[in-house]
């Protein structure tokens, strides 16, 4: 069996001597430059990292694919991939707490007046009155949370501490932990958006959440609401929702994800006070390599063995 780790920026290569060690009769190998990937994917059994069509139509003997990502929008796009018998895993759960904490990060950022704050020190101005007035607290507001899974429940967790009320809808509701206060199926969105001071996007993006947050979902928001996408971009609806913001139909946004990336250098959102963009960087972590070399390994494990479903894998059909 040979195993190949793709060239990436996790240094999921430094997992190579360990498994080499658990599994003497598999051959690993690590391919650093993108130019040698379709030559050392042709013969490979297992593939570790990003990969597009024409690297997939070159792995000719591959049984499995494994997703340094939590998102795996990017392999699913690939038709011949979602129609084969090729198994596909995802590093779901890898970045919840990082995406969770930036969430956070970038709520506070508006309401602590952080954002203001920087502008102020740029320009060596003592804004005390402008940046105070406009402060408010988290405290006895609603968090929205649309999508209510690894990544939704480590926000819903961290909102809970600042005495926020909790509510979230996902396709498959579930159990409710004691830090939510509801959570429902998607045919409560428009409750949860109507109830929402920050709607949290959490969900995969699929044919059916793509666009899912519009211009009928939008006029249902508070006028000083703020949408916060998190997981992919392409969920919300970016024009209208600039539409909303220049016309003060909606409060802020504070985004990690766009429909394009990167944005366009003509997007209005650059120029737009009330949004924050920061350029998909909300998984970043010191832990990220170790995160994904963890459910890998043990995902080898089961693999040699014969023992499925693997952890994290995909419904392919589903998206997610």
């Not at 993108?34 to 570790?48: N, Q, T």
């Not at 998102?71 to 759960?93: C, H, M, N, Q």
């Not at 502008?119 to 402008?130: S, V």
């Not at 994904?292 to 014969?306: A, M, S």
Request: hydrophobic residues 45%; contains cysteine.
């Amino acid at each position: 069996m040979k195993i190949l780790v793709g060239p990436n920026h996790m240094k999921l290569e430094d997992g190579i001597p360990e498994f080499e060690k658990t599994y003497p009769d598999v051959e690993f190998i690590h391919c650093a430059k993108p130019e040698d990937a379709p030559r050392l994917i042709a013969d490979a059994d297992v593939y570790i990292g990003w990969l597009n069509r024409d690297l997939f139509l070159a792995a000719k003997n591959i049984k499995w694919i494994q997703s340094p990502s939590s998102g795996v929008d990017y392999f699913v796009s690939i038709p011949e991939l979602v129609e084969s018998d090729v198994l596909l895993t995802s590093a779901s759960g890898t970045h919840a707490a990082c995406v969770a904490e930036s969430a956070i990060a970038m709520i506070l950022a508006f309401t602590r007046g952080i954002k203001d704050s920087i502008l102020a020190q740029q320009h060596k101005e003592w804004a005390i009155g402008k940046i105070r007035s406009k402060m408010v607290e988290l405290t006895n507001s609603t968090m929205g949370i649309v999508g209510f899974g690894n990544i939704g429940r480590e926000i819903a967790k961290r909102g809970s501490a600042f005495d926020m009320r909790i509510i979230a809808v996902d396709l498959y509701p579930g159990d409710k932990p004691d830090y939510v206060s509801e959570v429902w199926g998607f045919d409560r969105l428009d409750d949860l958006l109507r109830a929402s001071d920050y709607l949290l996007i959490a969900v995969p993006r699929t044919p059916e959440t793509r666009g899912m947050i519009g211009a009928e979902q939008i006029a249902l928001m508070k006028p000083t609401a703020m949408i916060v996408p998190m997981s992919r971009g392409g969920i919300v609806d970016e024009a209208t929702m600039a539409t909303a913001l220049r016309e003060e139909r909606l409060g802020a946004a504070a985004m990690d994800v766009f429909a394009t990336e990167p944005l366009p250098e003509d997007s209005e959102l650059w120029e737009m006070e009330n949004v924050l963009i920061a350029p998909h960087v909300s998984g970043g972590t010191q832990f990220e390599g170790q995160y994904v070399l963890e459910i890998f390994g043990e995902n080898i494990g089961r693999f040699v063995r014969g023992e499925l479903p693997l952890r994290n894998q995909v419904d392919k059909s589903a998206g997610f």
